[in-house]
T-cell receptor
């Protein structure tokens, strides 16, 4: 899976299926983890964040899971649609005001 | 409500030329940021402004300067462009410093020959 520092280049899913994008982080002191979506030629768009004292957070069709034991973060997208095709990357906030951004996973939705 | 706007969208410079990238936000955010995005790397912070009147260096400030002109506008200047500054530049804003929800502009794709 993706790591803040490494990256899994591509993920292809069938339209209507669920997508799971993974991220490994290294800094156990990070207090927030964030997922962004970046469509081709556009700027990143905030999707959802999760505080480090939480295990799960749900948004509209998205769920973020945080496993602090293994320092792993995942983004689940339900009923993936063609409009979900984009690069997804995670970020972590460290020391209250520092951000580290991952390189991203490119999600392709197959109609 | 346009969010974060950036100009220009594309720019080609020769080594040694200077230019200013413009950024404006209409969300009344206090904090603004400049990032660069390079292939195979995550976003890296160049400079940021916690609030009007203040600016600070980020992770990769060398070769850049910034101006927080007012609460809305935050510009990035390259005084003497180098090929290593070829990148996509994003401006972002947030309500407060290090807010986890940052709003990004559409980016400026800069090529330095």
């Amino acid at each position: 899976g993706e790591s803040v520092g490494l990256h899994l280049p591509t993920l292809s899913v069938q339209e209507g299926d669920n997508s799971i994008i993974n991220c490994a982080y290294s800094n156990s002191a990070s207090d927030y983890f964030i997922w962004y979506k970046q469509e081709s030629g556009k700027g990143p768009q905030f999707i959802i964040d999760i505080r480090s004292n939480m295990d799960k957070r749900q948004g509209q069709r998205v769920t973020v899971l945080l496993n602090k034991t293994v320092k792993h973060l995942s983004l689940q997208i339900a009923a993936t649609q063609p409009g979900d095709s984009a690069v997804y990357f995670c970020a972590e906030r460290y020391a209250g005001n520092q951000f580290y951004f991952g390189t991203g996973t490119s999600l392709t939705v197959i109609p | 409500n346009a969010g974060v706007t950036q100009t220009p969208k594309f720019q080609v410079l020769k080594t040694g030329q200077s230019m200013t990238l413009q950024c404006a936000q209409d969300m009344n955010h206090n904090s603004m940021y400049w990032y660069r995005q390079d292939p195979g790397m995550g976003l890296r912070l160049i400079y940021y402004s916690a609030s009007e009147g203040t600016t600070d260096k980020g992770e990769v400030p060398n070769g850049y300067n910034v101006s927080r002109l007012n609460k809305r506008e935050f510009s990035l200047r390259l005084e003497s462009a180098a090929p290593s500054q070829t990148s996509v530049y994003f401006c972002a804003s947030s309500e407060r410093l290090a807010g986890v929800e940052q709003f990004f502009g559409p980016g400026t794709r800069l090529t330095v020959l």
